[in-house]
């Protein structure tokens, strides 16, 4: 595994909002978008050449090193990390309690659900058919990992690498997000490496974090918007 200077993982962004009524004419027009972004848009990581095969790693223990390198043999994509970092995914076991054998579809979102619930984060240091991924743990005064900045349209990625860090400017026509910057920012204390940022006077907000973080994010706020905008659509209450 490559070598690269010491960087510190992205803090855990933890939120719960409540339940909101959702808008099914904006979800299906957000549906739209995405599926037409997904086919114009080139993957982030290559499509894994074939599964990935653990079934002979039953009731074993397999540390994140050798995850790392197993999934690097059918993806083409080439992990880097520091002296410490390495040494930490070394050290970092998993034991997988049954057969494992993952299909193509499954193998990114599988692996890295177990890299970030391990403390690990992702970034996309450089992109094309053979790409080099850093992996970033630990803590202390080093730079925050790189986000990759993506389009809105291309939030379903997010959901698909968990692990990865993002950087994405969610639109919320029927919100006032300053406010609702406001209120979120305790969560975030860190906002030099995740939360959410409102953008000066427009209805949009930044949003940064591991894919997994986005997605509840941009889900949640998704909702409070969607029921933002019933309210505004329904008659006024009579007096």
């Known amino acids: 595994m490559?070598?690269?200077?010491?960087?510190?993982?992205?803090?855990?962004?933890?939120i719960g909002l409540g339940a909101c009524a959702t808008n099914p004419a904006a979800d299906a027009s957000r549906a739209e978008a995405r599926a037409s972004a997904r086919t114009a848009e080139q993957s982030l990581l290559p499509t894994p050449s074939a599964p990935l095969d653990l079934s002979a790693l039953d009731g074993v223990d397999i540390t994140?090193?050798?995850?790392?390198?197993?999934?690097?043999?059918?993806?083409?994509?080439t992990f880097s990390a520091s002296d410490g970092t390495g040494e930490r995914l070394k050290k970092t076991k998993v034991a997988l309690s049954q057969?494992?054998?993952l299909a193509v579809e499954e193998i990114y979102p599988w692996a890295e659900s177990i890299l970030q619930q391990n403390g690990f984060s992702l970034g996309l240091l450089?992109?094309?058919s053979s790409p080099l991924v850093g992996v970033y743990?630990?803590?202390?005064?080093?730079?925050?990992p790189p986000a990759l900045r993506i389009e809105e349209s291309r939030l379903d990625e997010c959901r698909e690498h968990p692990a990865f860090l993002f950087s994405v400017v969610l639109t919320l026509p029927h919100t006032d997000v300053r406010s609702v910057g406001n209120?979120?920012?305790?969560?975030?204390?860190?906002?030099?490496?995740?939360?959410?940022?409102?953008?000066?006077?427009?209805?949009?907000?930044i949003l940064n974090g591991t894919g997994r973080q986005i997605?509840?994010?941009?889900?949640?706020l998704r909702t409070v918007d969607?029921?933002?905008a019933v309210k505004q659509a329904a008659p006024p209450t009579q007096p």
Request: hydrophobic content about 35%.
């Open 215 to 220: 997605s509840v994010l941009a889900g949640m």
């Open 99 to 101: 057969d494992k054998r």
């Open 126 to 128: 450089e992109g094309g």
């Open 64 to 77: 994140l090193d050798e995850l790392l390198a197993r999934l690097s043999k059918v993806t083409n994509v």
């Open 137 to 144: 743990g630990g803590s202390g005064s080093n730079p925050n």
């Open 226 to 228: 969607d029921a933002a």
């Open 183 to 205: 209120s979120l920012r305790i969560l975030s204390p860190d906002t030099q490496s995740g939360g959410v940022i409102p953008v000066g006077t427009t209805n949009s907000v």
């Open 2 to 14: 490559h070598r690269v200077p010491h960087m510190s993982a992205l803090a855990v962004l933890c």
